[in-house]
């Protein structure tokens, strides 16, 4: 709200001067490649920069660089645009090609790095160069072409590289240069036509593309031609004396792999080598036999192959190599075959190199075909052992059954407790082994049992039983008469509470006590209830009899006191009811006494309250005789008392 009151002040200060300013605020006109902003999409939701300040160079109101004009206010330019100097223009120019505007408010663009370049108007970032393009200097407009003979690979780079040596680019701008053609080669770099593929002189050949260099022709062959992708056999096995011959007349003496056997030096008849012999060189010299550990399997042969590995060549001349027997191994060019060591065998012929023992096996020989299994209850685990002492035995918890088949876990409900074993034994009752692998058996919790061999876990004693503590039974336990166990899993019976009782044994919950009855507390438990005595009374469940309250009594085994009668009382705990005595009464009742009359006053007969005195008669209210006296009566001798007064 006060960034809008701002606005309307300024605003209204704007119109009220625009006749007086007209002169001196006059805008430029906006180039073409520059757009005004849109208004409706400006950001009022933060203040505006500054004030517009006067400018007396250029007559008129304006904003400083990195600004533009806005009403009376200078706003900074938006991203990827910008303003050089003071202004009083309304825009911002977009930032041109090769440069970007990462900020709000620049001065000036930021020139795009080398290998990049952007459009106009660029706001946080430059653009690679693509492939066949390159951006030498910083804030090019536009990436080059790679030049002919050039080329870019990739995006973003600063330089293109040139042609390698067996190729060439006769077009600009491209990713990749293009490959001589077979029989032709090219040794220079950078070059820009398919015209720098020179074909391969007679002697060479080009067998494939791109080559940068054409190879010489071998011995034993010829090329009398230019640009051939391959060579020709000289004739009756004879070769140049040099590799690179361009003519069928240099085929002058024997080739590699021939040997002289009649003519002369300069014109000799040439024959193969055979099997086991080899001539490594070109000319008039014999065949040599092949050395121990090396073969030569056909005629004609330059060399002497090597044995692989798992043959062998014991004497010169081999033309083929033996395999070695089982229980050995040899490497390339071997001579003679080795014994494997301890803890390795071969089983079979012609082995390369001899086989590890295998995981809980053993060999404690030079030179064998098989492994010795580890004695039941060991095992071997990384295989190789030379010796029955490197068999570990099985740890606690785990068995080897048989010679070779290592250890195993002992299965849930088994435990072997020493080393070595050779077979788990079974959790005896009243324990349990959930998991593979024990070395013990645990024993069941508390409320728990186990009533067989083996098991796994421990069934919960069901309500009316338990286990007792810290033994691990095999069986549960019934509760005895006056205990119970009221949920599953108990580990001990509970004595019946007070005013509960149990006659059966194996209760999970003990009987209330009938009214008139009751049972107390006791570490044993009840089996029965008792009646209440004469003067007190139970409801259902009771752990005690309470007395009856004043003015009530009752009988042994009741349930409830029943109340006195008026002319009777009954005091707290009263087994019946009583007649009130001689000049006492009662109404009825929590009475736990009966009243005296009051003075001149007597009971009437049923005692259950005070008749008044005739005039002229009367009774002291202290006296224990229920009749009235004659006022002028002194003799209290045996006159009848109900004569008087009544």
Not at 577 to 596: E, L
């Amino acid at each position: 709200m006060k960034y809008a009151l701002l606005l309307c002040i300024a605003l209204a200060i704007h119109a009220s001067s625009a006749a007086q300013d007209a002169s001196t605020i006059e805008l430029d006109p906006l180039p073409e490649e520059y757009e005004y902003l849109d208004m409706n999409a400006l950001e009022y939701e933060s203040p505006p920069d500054e004030l517009l300040a006067e400018d007396d160079s250029l007559g008129k109101r304006s904003c400083p660089p990195g600004k533009r004009r806005w009403g009376i206010f200078c706003r900074k330019c938006a991203f990827g645009r910008y303003q050089p100097g003071k202004s009083s223009n309304t825009w911002c120019p977009a930032c041109p090609q090769g440069t970007y505007g990462p900020a709000r408010g620049l001065a000036r663009c930021k020139k795009c790095p080398k290998g990049k370049t952007s459009q106009k108007g660029a706001k946080l970032r430059c653009d690679k160069c693509g492939k066949g393009k390159y951006a030498d200097e910083w804030g090019l407009p536009q990436c080059k072409d790679c030049a002919k003979g050039k080329y870019a690979g990739s995006r973003g780079q600063e330089q293109c590289g040139r042609c390698n040596p067996g190729s060439y680019n006769d077009k600009e701008g491209q990713e990749s240069c293009a490959l001589c053609p077979q029989g032709t080669s090219n040794g220079e770099r950078g070059s820009s036509a398919k015209s720098a593929c020179k074909a391969c002189a007679p002697g060479k050949y080009g067998p494939r593309r791109g080559l940068a260099e054409c190879s010489l022709c071998p011995l034993a062959t010829f090329q009398d031609q230019e640009g051939s992708v391959n060579c020709k056999s000289c004739p009756k096995n004879r070769s140049p004396w040099r590799e690179g011959a361009s003519a069928e007349s240099q085929c002058t003496t024997c080739r590699p792999g021939a040997e002289m056997t009649a003519g002369t030096s300069a014109d000799p008849t040439c024959t193969e080598c055979e099997t086991g012999k080899a001539k490594e060189s070109a000319g008039t010299a014999k065949c040599s036999v092949c050395p121990k550990g090396t073969h030569a399997a056909k005629t004609g042969m330059s060399n002497c192959e090597p044995c692989r590995a798992g043959t062998y060549a014991d004497a010169t001349g081999m033309p083929s190599c033996k395999k070695c027997p089982p229980g050995t191994s040899s490497s390339n060019g071997a001579s003679k075959c080795t014994p494997c060591s301890p803890g390795y065998y071969s089983d079979r012929a012609g082995m390369p190199t001899c086989k590890t023992c295998r995981r809980d096996h053993f060999n404690p020989d030079h030179g064998q075909t098989s492994c010795k299994p580890c004695p039941a209850g060991s095992t071997c685990k990384r295989g190789g052992c030379a010796a029955e002492s490197e068999c570990e035995k099985c740890s606690p918890g785990h068995y080897g059954p048989k010679p070779g088949q290592g250890c195993t876990a002992c299965a849930p409900g088994t435990f072997a407790s020493t080393s070595g074993s050779t077979d788990c034994t079974k959790c005896s009752p009243g324990t349990h082994a959930s998991n593979r692998g024990q070395s013990k058996c645990a024993n069941c919790a508390d409320g728990k049992y186990a009533d067989g061999k083996g098991a796994v876990s421990c069934i919960s004693c069901p309500a009316g039983k338990s286990s007792g503590k810290n033994h691990g039974w095999g069986a549960c336990f019934d509760c005895a008469a006056g205990f119970h166990a009221p949920h599953p899993a108990s580990a001990q019976c509970l004595p019946c509470p007070s005013g509960k009782f149990s006659t059966e044994p194996a209760q999970a919950q003990c009987q209330n006590c009938e009214a008139g009855k009751y049972a107390a507390k006791r570490r044993r438990g009840s089996t029965a209830c008792r009646s209440c005595s004469a003067g007190k009374y139970s409801s259902e469940g009771a752990g005690e009899c309470p007395n009856c309250p004043s003015g009530h009594a009752s009988k042994a085994g009741a349930p409830s006191c029943y109340a006195c009668g008026p002319g009777k009382y009954a005091r707290d705990g009263g087994k019946s009811c009583w007649w009130c005595p001689v000049a006492r009464y009662s109404s009825g009742g929590a009475n736990a006494d009966c009243g005296w009359c009051p003075e001149n006053e007597y009971t009437n007969d049923e005692h259950t309250g005070c008749l008044p005195c005739k005039e002229g008669f009367y009774r002291p209210h202290t006296q224990a005789w229920n009749w009235c006296r004659h006022k002028t009566e002194t003799d209290t001798s045996d006159n009848d008392s109900r004569k008087y007064g009544r």
